[in-house]
Nanobody, 122 residues
């Protein structure tokens, strides 16, 4: 099986920074896209940022210029550096990865981390 474990959330004041990390483990053959999503109370889950295996990135307009996504393919990890945080960034953050396993290298399935809470006070 494949597990994604994310960490690094917490409570900060507006303008401060946080870094989220997510590590994938298990019988992993290859990981294609990785990304971060967030869900605020009463709202739908939304994309924050994604990154391809080759490092191509995509960001939600609301975080462009403040957040940076990166990954380490050798360690199967993805990071989200969040700077200049705003109260509207408050949400549960989830990492996601498209993973194939040694048992069936050509099939990619989507896996989610357990979520980590980010709270930004004004």
């Amino acid at each position: 099986q494949v597990q994604l474990v994310n960490s690094g959330g917490g409570l900060v004041q507006a303008g401060e920074s946080l870094r989220l990390s997510c590590a994938a483990s298990g019988s992993i053959f290859r990981i294609n896209g990785m990304g971060w999503y967030r869900q605020a109370p009463g709202k739908q889950r939304e994309l924050v940022a994604t990154i391809t295996r080759f490092g191509n990135t995509n960001y939600a307009d609301s975080v462009k210029g403040r957040f940076t996504i990166s990954r380490d393919n050798a360690k199967n990890t993805v990071l989200l550096q969040m700077n200049s945080l705003k109260p509207e960034d408050t949400a549960d953050y989830y990492c996601n990865a498209e993973v194939s396993q040694y048992s069936d290298p050509g099939i990619f399935n989507s896996y989610w981390g357990q979520g980590t809470q980010v709270t930004v006070s004004s």
